[in-house]
């Protein structure tokens, strides 16, 4: 959410703005959380859904991406739009108009919280398992086809890609999640487990453990943020050789404290190590920067590459659950900007 679009909201709805924290370090995960959660309180009419989809398009395409996957804290405001079902409905109408308008692809994460019990993500687990397999789920899409190759004909494609995992770790191991994660990612709904682990300072049941437990356990092709495996050598040869991608957000992980300073940042140890990284903006409103930021700032402060910049780009693409006919043509543009 854009800051000025959080601030008309709550005037809108008579709502309390939480201070502007960008580029603040967080004391711990709680006052984080506590400025998430009002965000989330400003969703209460389907036209702050709508125009919410619809700048996140929009400020994807101006930082260079045609294709997110926002993760969605959906429980915290699904009750305000007649419950689950009805507000995946509208998520997915305003996605199809964004991307009418900005060229931006979406596919959503649906994504449990920690900080409520087990038995709630059960049941949300198994409301998205029903609507994933029900007709509802799927977003229309024409391929680009290239010069030669004929006539690109109407196809669909998912707009529920993956089951997460948010909230603070500290006190919320992933282990009580195992069985609703294993509910809403199996072959037969084609859903990925997408979990945030390893984000936190160490914690019991979080750090490098969290991230063991999320790639062996709960079968994660991808961790969000993951960071502190770079604690655990032999994790991070793991994630390595079964090729596991981290998500990672490197102002998050400096405001959040998961890392002491930007120069600390385990992100060029863990590309050199071989683990498939990709940089992103987790929450610009609380944190800041935005996507080009990120890649900015891994270029002036953590010192990588161009040729590595230009491998996290392609490693989004690569384990990203976009159409492959994107992808195909996504990761030749990489090639191309790297070759220029």
């Known amino acids: 959410m854009r800051p000025e679009t959080l601030t008309e909201l709550c005037a809108k709805h008579g709502i309390e703005r939480p201070a502007d924290t960008r580029g603040k370090q967080f004391s711990d995960f709680g006052p984080f959380a506590a400025c998430y959660m009002a965000v989330c309180e400003c969703l209460r009419e389907e036209s702050d859904l709508k125009r919410l989809v619809m700048e996140v398009a929009q400020d994807a ?16 405001y699904c009750h305000r739009f007649g419950g689950l079902e009805s507000t995946l409905q509208l998520l997915l109408e305003a996605a199809i108009a964004a991307e009418a308008e900005t060229g931006v692809g979406m596919g959503f994460i ?25 007709d509802k789920a799927w977003l229309p899409y024409t391929p680009e086809l290239r ?4 006539k690109a004909e109407p196809s669909r494609r998912r707009g529920i890609v993956g089951f997460g995992l948010h909230s603070a770790e500290p006190g919320n191991p992933p282990e009580p999640f195992l069985e609703a994660m294993r509910v809403a990612c199996d072959a037969e709904t084609g859903l990925l487990a997408l979990p945030h ?30 960071v502190l495996a770079i604690e655990d050598p032999a994790l991070v040869a793991e994630l390595a050789a079964k090729g ?4 990672v957000c490197p102002s998050s992980n400096l405001l959040l404290k998961a890392v002491p300073s930007m120069a600390a940042h385990p992100l060029p140890d863990l590309l050199r190590a071989g683990v498939p990284c990709t940089i992103n903006s987790d929450d610009p409103l609380l944190f800041g920067p935005n996507l080009l930021e ?7 402060q953590l010192g990588l590459s161009d040729e590595e910049l230009a491998g996290c780009a392609a490693t989004s693409w690569r384990y990203s659950c976009a159409p492959e006919e994107l992808k195909r043509s996504a990761l030749l543009a990489v090639d191309a900007w790297l070759a220029s």
């Open 294 to 300: 990120e890649f900015e700032t891994c270029r002036a």
């Open 244 to 247: 596991i991608c981290l998500d």
């Open 61 to 76: 395409k101006s930082s260079g991406a045609c294709w997110v996957e926002p993760a969605l804290s959906i429980e915290l």
């Open 110 to 134: 649906v994504a449990a919280e920690r900080h409520l019990t087990p038995d709630t993500a059960l049941q949300l687990a198994q409301k998205v398992r029903s609507f994933v397999l029900g």
């Open 147 to 150: 010069e030669g190759e004929g």
């Open 197 to 226: 682990a390893g984000e936190l300072p160490p914690c019991p049941g979080g750090g490098p453990a969290s991230v063991r437990f999320c790639v062996e356990v709960m079968g994660a092709p991808r961790i969000a943020h993951g």
